[in-house]
T-cell receptor, first 114, second 115 residues
């Protein structure tokens, strides 16, 4: 079974631009969560989607948004990029949205903002 | 106060030794606990999950959970150089059903296994 896939793997953008990242979960997985990883802050939760609805959101500004499609694929968007948005963006999928379900991470998208 | 704290590293052990990684969490209502391994430049890889008090063994890995002490640990027996990585403790803090998809991570412990 194929793992979580993320595209693109690497991205370089300029301050003020916007970016869209894509995540395809493991086949059959319906919940997708997004995380930001930086050396200073570690891994931080961005949001979770299940059944095309955002179920939970972390402490990030409104510039960070996302959506989920009927096939469970998810996208996240960052508008008006700032230098501090440079990070590894990870998505993780899980089988169903119940307590304790294991999350499996994709390879991540490395975003560099210049 | 951090919600999930891991023992400060880096941790260095000789090949063949037992590596012990520790994690404490602040939310007493937490029910789900995970250990991830992350190699440099790679994404986190799930290696263990534990939900009940006690020990859970999987090959060379043993996870231990003590909810009364709000403590979870990972033991790696017969450590190998290939185990050298950052180990991340993660917790799902159950808050009325809204947090099931949110993992809260510790800052990670860097483990080095030297030959």
């Amino acid at each position: 079974k194929a793992g979580v896939t993320q595209t693109p793997r690497y991205l370089i953008k300029t301050r003020g631009q916007q970016v869209t990242l894509s995540c395809s979960p493991i086949s059959g997985h319906r919940s997708v969560s997004w995380y930001q990883q930086t050396p200073g802050q570690g891994l931080q939760f961005l949001f979770e989607y299940f059944s095309e609805t955002q179920r939970n959101k972390g402490n990030f500004p409104g510039r960070f948004s996302g959506r989920q499609f009927s096939n469970s694929r998810s996208e996240m968007n960052v508008s008006t990029l700032e230098l501090g948005d440079s990070a590894l963006y990870l998505c993780a999928s899980s089988l169903v949205r119940d307590r304790g379900r294991e999350q499996y991470f994709g390879p991540g998208t490395r975003l560099t903002v210049t | 106060q951090k919600e999930v704290e891991q023992n400060s590293g880096p941790l260095s052990v000789p090949e063949g030794a037992i590596a012990s990684l520790n994690c404490t969490y602040s939310d007493r209502g937490s029910q789900s606990f995970f250990w991830y391994r992350q190699y440099s430049g790679k994404s986190p890889e799930l290696i263990m999950s534990i939900y009940s008090n006690g020990d859970k063994e999987d090959g060379r890995f043993t996870a231990q959970l003590n909810k009364a002490s709000q403590y979870v640990s990972l033991l790696i027996r017969d450590s190998q150089p290939s185990d050298s990585a950052t180990y991340l403790c993660a917790v799902i803090e159950h808050a009325g059903g809204t947090s099931y998809g949110k993992l809260t991570f510790g800052q990670g412990t860097i483990l080095t296994v030297h030959p």
